[in-house]
Structure formats: structure tokens, C-alpha cells
Nanobody, 115 residues
Framework: QVQLVVSGGGLVQAGGSLRLSCAAS????????MAWYRQAPGKQRELVAR???????SYADSVKGRFTISRDNAENTVFLQMTSLNPEETAVYYC?????????WGQGTQVAVSS
């Protein structure tokens, strides 16, 4: 079983930057994709960015050019560097890992962007 520990998040002013981290432990050899999702109040959870084992990345259109997902395979950690944040991106951000046939969620971390 894979366990995820998320760090980062917090309060930032509009236009600011934050970096999220998600460290995986457990049966890490089975990890395929690692991703970040977010859920704003009253909205559905949405995919923000995803990275494959081989390093291929994909992003939601709304974050392209501002967010960067990266992965440290040696540390089994995925990062999300967020820049030029706007208040509409206030949400709980979640790390997700697909390992084997399982989809595993980390605890959410609050990102609040003030105007």
C-alpha cells in the first residue's frame, strides 16, 4: 500500500507563488502516474496537473504556463510549483497516485489566495 504525505500550501497574495510537495512511501515500485487535483468550495474536484513515470506532463488549460509539476523518482516525491496565483484558485489541493490498480489520495492542503 502507498501512503502519501502532503506539505506546502498556505496563504498567499494574488500574483504570488507556492510550492506543494507530496511524498510517497510503501509499495512505491507500483506507482504509475502522480497528479494534483483541487477542489474549490462548492465545486467539483478537478485535475490540475499530472506526471507519468516517464516524466510526461499534462495540465489543466487554466494553469498552463503558470504551474509546473515535477517528480523526484529517487525520493518518490511529486511537486507542484504554482506561480501567478489568483483568488479563484483558492481551494483544497490533493495529491493523487495511481499505483497498480489503485488510486490513492493524500490529505488535502489548503491554498488560499487573497486579492
Amino acid at each position: 500500500q502507498v501512503q502519501l504525505v502532503v506539505s506546502g500550501g498556505g496563504l498567499v497574495q494574488a500574483g504570488g507563488s507556492l510550492r506543494l510537495s507530496c511524498a510517497a512511501s510503501g509499495i512505491i515500485f507500483s506507482i504509475k502516474t502522480m497528479a494534483w487535483y483541487r477542489q474549490a468550495p462548492g465545486k467539483q474536484r478537478e485535475l490540475v496537473a499530472r506526471i507519468t513515470t516517464g516524466g510526461s506532463t499534462s495540465y489543466a488549460d487554466s494553469v498552463k504556463g503558470r504551474f509546473t509539476i515535477s517528480r523526484d523518482n529517487a525520493e518518490n516525491t511529486v511537486f507542484l510549483q504554482m506561480t501567478s496565483l489568483n483568488p479563484e484558485e483558492t481551494a483544497v489541493y490533493y495529491c493523487n497516485v495511481v499505483a497498480g490498480l489503485s488510486s490513492i489520495w493524500g490529505q488535502g492542503t489548503q491554498v488560499a489566495v487573497s486579492s
